[in-house]
């Protein structure tokens, strides 16, 4: 017999293939400790539960090996194998973790914390590939955001400040050479954009390769801005009269999504001919808008087909929207102490034929261990901000007993030795792990020396 006629088949095939991921971020009622829940967003039932610690916000991700999160108020990371509702792995970081990434391959982690520092750690062997201190002049990196490539990486900070990294040379092992002597530009970012004047509170990457993304960006500064990732020009600036807290853009990159502070959200259209212009997506008005939530929008995510969107706010609701209409099409309220803070949709494969996925090694603390071609922990890379001040000098000899005096006499410029714009004052030494800008603002990335002994000489008796 003829099968029946179906209007709306993709929304329906969505539907099937897609499910709601969703983190809490109070304490359960029941005490359980459950973390991430698992909805069917088309009759909303709720299928899974994950357990553990609660999740910060932005820090869940889902990749075909296993589920990924981190802990609200500590710097703890979790793994979950898709099979079960335990995490596997707990990992401990040094500080609170406030933004996350894995690479689509699962082979890296790109964590960033609360005081400024960026990890890369690959997740198979558990090395630390990287590590940025003060990435962000010291402010929290609030945001991490890779492309589908897994080529780019961008991170933005507490001080309003968007850096566009390359993973490749974040993820690279410098060589014998330079491990071993000062590098002052390895490590950096490949461009760094400033248009924003607070902190950055959401971005987001166009779906497809990176030469050809765009970048959205939004802020406590009331505005979203659109660049293009690659050049980083600037394409245009969206300004609202209320702060935004998440963006979500389409896959077709026809529409851009923005939650706002006051539970609204706003449709952009970013191929409107008549706001278009030179500049290719200069847009200033909203296509659409709607009174989401009565709190500020959490969190929001878009299906694979661009027809359903979700969104969570403050106000412990889950909603269900229709793209076209925008109209809620279901509303699930989770209680006053059960707020969602982070939704994301997850192919239903995931759940219904796991991946066995691999075993996650324990994460090392220190970026070379003794073995790792004969380097120690005294030449891990310790990254630079504030202002060189250029004029103090570092010493390393080497003293000889054999002879009776120094063998060895390197002497560097030292530039963890600095002073601040402001006061003049002495702020660091070579031993912190600070950070230095050059003058345009770009980090300064050096390597700290292997001191083989420091001595002191003196003139008339030449004794160490």
């Not at 991490?144 to 961008?154: A, N, P, R």
Request: net charge neutral; glycine share 8%.
């Amino acid at each position: 017999p003829p099968l029946p006629k179906i209007n709306n088949m993709s929304s329906l095939v969505s539907a099937a293939a897609e499910l709601v991921l969703g983190s809490r971020a109070h304490a359960a009622k029941d005490g359980k400790g459950i973390s991430l829940m698992l909805w069917n967003h088309a009759n909303g039932t709720q299928l899974k539960s994950f357990y553990s610690g609660l999740c910060a916000p932005g820090t869940v991700i889902a990749t075909d090996d296993f589920l990924v999160a981190a802990q609200i108020d500590k710097g703890c990371i979790f793994f979950w194998k898709w099979a079960e509702e335990k995490p596997t792995i707990r990992i401990s970081v040094e500080s609170r973790v406030t933004s996350l990434q894995i690479t689509s391959d699962s082979s890296y982690c790109i964590v960033g914390t609360a005081k400024g520092t960026l990890f890369v750690w690959e997740v198979a062997t558990g090395k630390m590939l990287c590590r940025l201190n003060g990435v962000h002049r010291h402010h929290p990196i609030s945001q991490l955001c890779i492309t589908d490539d897994d080529l780019i990486l961008v991170s933005g900070g507490g001080d309003g400040v968007l850096r566009v990294w390359s993973l490749a040379n974040l993820i690279s092992v410098p060589s014998e050479e330079q491990r071993h002597r000062l590098v002052r530009q390895t490590k950096t970012p490949m461009f760094t954009l400033r248009s924003h004047k607070l902190p950055i509170t959401c971005v987001a990457v166009s779906k497809g390769v990176s030469g050809s993304a765009r970048l959205y960006s939004g802020s406590t500064d009331r505005s979203v801005h659109i660049w293009e990732l690659v050049g980083g020009t600037l394409l245009g600036t969206i300004t609202l009269g209320v702060e935004v807290t998440c963006l979500c853009v389409d896959p077709a990159e026809v529409f851009l999504y923005v939650g706002q502070k006051n539970g609204r959200i706003g449709v952009y259209s970013l191929h409107n001919q008549e706001l278009e212009g030179n500049s290719g997506v200069l847009v200033t008005k909203p296509t659409k808008q709607v009174a989401a939530h009565t709190q500020a929008v959490s969190s929001m995510a878009i299906t694979t087909d661009g027809r359903s969107l979700i969104t969570c706010g403050k106000d412990a609701a889950l909603r269900v929207w229709d793209t076209f209409s925008l109209q809620a099409i279901r509303t699930k309220s989770t209680g006053a102490t059960d707020e969602i803070n982070n939704v994301i949709f997850i192919r239903k494969l995931l759940t219904t034929d796991p991946s066995p996925g691999f075993e996650v090694k324990n994460f090392k603390r220190t970026q070379y261990d003794e073995g790792d071609d004969g380097l120690s922990d005294s030449s891990e890379q310790y990254p630079l901000g504030g202002r060189v001040c250029g004029k103090e000098k570092m010493s390393v000899e080497e003293w000889d007993d054999k002879i009776g005096k120094i063998s060895t006499s390197l002497t560097y410029s030292c530039p963890a030795t600095y002073s601040s714009s402001a006061t003049g004052k002495r702020r660091g030494d070579v031993s912190d792990d600070c950070s230095i800008e050059d003058d345009k603002g770009d980090i300064i990335v050096a390597q700290k020396p292997k001191i083989v002994d420091e001595v002191k000489v003196e003139e008339t008796t030449n004794e160490k």
